[in-house]
Structure formats: structure tokens, C-alpha cells
């Protein structure tokens, strides 16, 4: 979790906890970035291995 996520969970300022700004991405998206870069450099490590 981001330290501004933290911070806004923390703040009675009316939003509820877990919701998400204009600015910032969706944790499910997050995460999807993140796997589909696992698979690009398991492709690249894969394909160097090739070449070799």
C-alpha cells in the first residue's frame, strides 16, 4: 500500500477506506501490470538463453 493510500485510510476527511483518487490506479490493474512484466522478462531471459 502506497503512503498516501495509507494516509487518506487514516483521515476522517468522509472517504471511505479503499477508495480510489482520480490519480491513482486500481490495485487489480496494479497487479496485472506487475505479472504481465513477470512474463515479459521470463519471455526475454528465455528467448537471451536462446540466443546463447
Given at each position: 500500500?502506497?503512503?498516501?493510500?495509507?494516509?487518506r485510510?487514516?483521515?476522517?476527511?468522509?472517504?471511505?477506506?479503499?477508495?480510489?483518487?482520480?490519480?491513482?490506479?486500481?490495485e487489480?490493474?496494479?497487479d496485472?501490470?506487475?505479472?504481465?512484466?513477470a512474463?515479459f522478462?521470463?519471455?526475454?531471459?528465455?528467448?537471451?538463453?536462446?540466443?546463447?
Amino acid at each position: 500500500m502506497t503512503e498516501s493510500t495509507t494516509n487518506r485510510q487514516k483521515s476522517n476527511s468522509g472517504m471511505k477506506a479503499g477508495a480510489i483518487m482520480d490519480d491513482e490506479l486500481d490495485e487489480g490493474i496494479l497487479d496485472q501490470v506487475s505479472l504481465a512484466g513477470a512474463r515479459f522478462e521470463h519471455m526475454m531471459s528465455i528467448l537471451s538463453a536462446a540466443r546463447a
